[in-house]
């Protein structure tokens, strides 16, 4: 037996298509608010006339809200703060985030700090669990972190520079309005960084040696396949809207679970790798993603043969021909070859930055203490394969 | 722009793996519910000691519980009124239905009866809205249908004979407990009439002329031939865990509405023609959608060559060589060979039953009707189509 058992649970009400932010008033009065906190990021969403049309939408039904906008990448647990006096002062009984990955996670954290009393950074800090949280909804603009179905929001403590994620099914959001236009005038270069990280949360889970699921990797492999089609399309024609919706919805199903069931949830290692990077030089997710996996795929394959064998076959189209080696090493270079077509990079002086062998050993030291000491499921990882990784992808 | 707008909700928790039934007690009691109502079929969960170890984990949380088994196949209305009576007399507040469709589907009706005042057929007349239905868990028994994570449920009249279907999201399953184990002792025929039924329901979204999402497709492709690869397991190997797994899962995946978003919805005129067959003879679901697909693919094809072609490389595996009509039906034929392989039928004759000339116009006639006079994607049948394929189908 090789099966792991699991647990599946995704009980977020997504509409998806054209104008599905116009539902905002029709999904929260449902639910059974009143007055709602529209949560949001930068002036984008006000300049593009969306905050006006959900806002439309809300009065339309009878509801009442405030507002916080304000929310950075990486978001800050000071607005969060704010953000928990706000609904405390207004009776806000529904906070709907306007936005992408992290202004959801802001408002999950708002929402758990809404519902209990006590410090919310309790939660972060692993002190108590919450048991309760004010309902969320979102209307996504962005497709790449999931956050819109999971049950993961990540938030940073200014004081120290702490980043801390929390899991909690309590926290998925009730309903995820998720119209593909809102996407269309994203940069390419953050759109590419998006089908990027949407691709790596499905190769993180795929890239396993605890258990084995044949539809869970059928299903991996489809949506991997399915988002290199797409973003190849959206580097030429960013408008389209056929692909931006394919985008779009793998983004969710990439993160709501449903591909890693039925393993030990996969590896993560380059996500952890990419995680220092980014606290050191304030690169793009997804960008640094790209510019870590191969290096980190090459470093681990030995040690899980048949998965990534599987993976150029499947996934990469490479023909069962010859050495397993050779079929594997070929699987990667199709793979940082379609970074570099959809503007990608495979390695950091791509990505624009020149880590010294110091700033190697450093990263390599916060990583090994932030998984602990080691973590994978390709290749469990310490401390020297870390540096190891770090240096080599330079 | 080619994609349909859809929602997704899928709200069922599922606990899947060893044991999972031991959780029927945590799970109910984490719903609020106080006293619950174990529905069942026949008497094989009590000989295999399933009720009784549900019984006894419903015990362990301090909950009580009343039963009522004897759900049929083609579950009855007497059985279901006789269940909401007694849902009422004891004051239940959660429906556990332990077994397959039949079950699942009986339990939905009686939950959508204790809820609210008045008969509960009127909602299957189409003659009033149910606004409340009472929480429902699901310990499976069998995987085929897709009962405990859809919306749906279809439940017999006796008198006149009356099958009629109704489709809300209220009802769908508060939790799923699957163990892949309990369907160990299903014989092999209807093991093989679950896969074929599995298979179908995402074959049905499939064949579709109305939108085209190439995630969902992607899915589905991988779905099917997972759950062929698994189902030649299962014909030499009925005790294979992983096997099991794997079918139960797609199960579930197949009907939750994942397979068919960004279109239209799909034929299901295979599915039509084969409830007529059902009505008359008695057959196996399964078996009867197994004895019409190929005919029905081969009537239908020239009005959906592209799906029928990618189907057939993408699925089937047929190399795109050639002209596009050899490689549709090779690929159907690889469909047949594979029913062949694993025991089912691939026509009448094969299924067990042979409806003369007359037959066949009762049954087009009838299935004309039930549709209202003209229903399918692939291609729009009437009646003289369904009666070409009931009686090219023999």
């Known amino acids: ?51 006006k049309r959900v806002e439309e939408a809300l009065t339309a039904q009878g509801l009442s809200y405030v507002e916080l906008g304000g929310v950075v990448p990486n978001p800050r647990l000071g607005l969060v703060y704010e953000g928990i006096e706000l609904c405390r002062k207004e009776k806000v009984d529904l906070i709907l985030a306007v936005g992408g990955g992290s202004v959801i996670d802001s408002a999950k954290v708002i929402a758990y700090g809404v519902a209990e009393p006590g410090d919310v950074w309790e939660i972060f800090d692993y002190k108590r669990v919450p048991t309760a949280c004010l309902p969320i909804g979102v209307v996504l603009t962005i497709a790449a972190t999931g956050s819109e179905m999971s049950n993961s929001t990540v938030i940073t403590k200014e004081e120290g520079g702490l980043k801390r994620g929390y899991n909690n099914e309590i926290c998925r959001p009730k309903f995820a309005l998720m119209n593909p236009a809102l996407t269309m005038t994203l940069p390419d270069y953050q759109t590419a960084c998006g089908c990027t990280d949407i691709m790596m949360h499905t190769m993180e889970r795929y890239f396993s040696n605890g258990g084995n699921m044949e539809i869970t990797d059928a299903l991996a492999e489809g949506l991997i396949r399915t988002v290199m089609q797409q973003a190849r399309i959206l ?160």
Chains 1, 2 share one sequence.
């Open 235 to 394: 580097a030429k024609d960013p408008q389209d809207y056929d692909a931006r919706a394919e985008v779009m919805w793998a983004g969710s199903l990439a993160h709501n679970g449903l591909t890693g069931l039925g393993t030990d949830g996969g590896d993560w290692m380059p996500h952890k790798l990419q995680m220092e990077l980014g606290g050191k030089y304030d690169v793009a997710h997804g960008a640094g993603l790209a510019a870590i996996w191969g290096t980190w795929a090459r470093y681990v394959y030995r040690d899980c043969m048949d998965r990534f064998k599987k993976f150029a076959i499947r996934v990469m189209g490479i023909p069962d021909e010859g050495d397993d080696e050779a079929v594997i090493l070929k699987g990667i270079e199709a793979m940082e070859d379609f970074y570099r077509e959809i503007g990608m990079p495979t390695n950091m002086r791509e990505l624009g930055v020149e880590p010294t062998d110091e700033d190697c050993v450093e990263m390599a030291k916060k990583c090994a203490v932030s998984v602990g000491g080691a973590k994978g499921s390709a290749k469990v990882l310490r401390e020297p394969d870390m540096l190891a990784i770090y240096k080599a992808a330079r």
């Open 1 to 51: 037996m090789n099966m792991r058992d699991f647990t599946f649970y995704t009980p977020t009400k997504v509409i998806f298509g054209k104008d599905a932010e116009n539902r905002a008033g029709v999904e929260a009065k449902a639910l059974g608010a009143t007055k709602v906190l529209l949560h949001y990021g930068s002036g984008s969403v006000i300049r593009s006339g969306l905050l």
